[in-house]
């Protein structure tokens, strides 16, 4: 249930803020399929995609690393790197 609320959460401020950019946006109006496209994205097949990168991080970091450093380091570079590279990783596969 706390998921439930968290996603719901999440995604009623993105969406919100995302109409408001595009409602903004008088000149070049991006397609509404392309934007939930993107949405979409980013909430599964991106955080699939960094979450086997970290996995595959994981072992190497926790043999070379004291079991702390090696979860701060998980948290505080490899997550926001994969996780942010995976969705740079979609939008880029929409441009070309």
Known sequence: MEYLAGI????????????????L????????W????G?????VPAIVV???IEMVFRIPLSHILEKGIAEAAMGTVVAPVTEE????????????
């Open 50 to 52: 960094s979450l086997v």
């Open 34 to 37: 392309l934007l939930a496209l």
């Open 85 to 96: 590279g995976a969705k740079a990783f979609g939008l880029l596969l929409y441009f070309l």
């Open 25 to 32: 946006d008088r000149f070049e109006k991006e397609p509404i």
């Open 8 to 23: 719901l959460a999440v995604s009623v401020t993105t969406i919100s803020s995302l109409a408001l950019i595009w409602f």
């Open 39 to 43: 949405f979409l994205w980013g909430a």
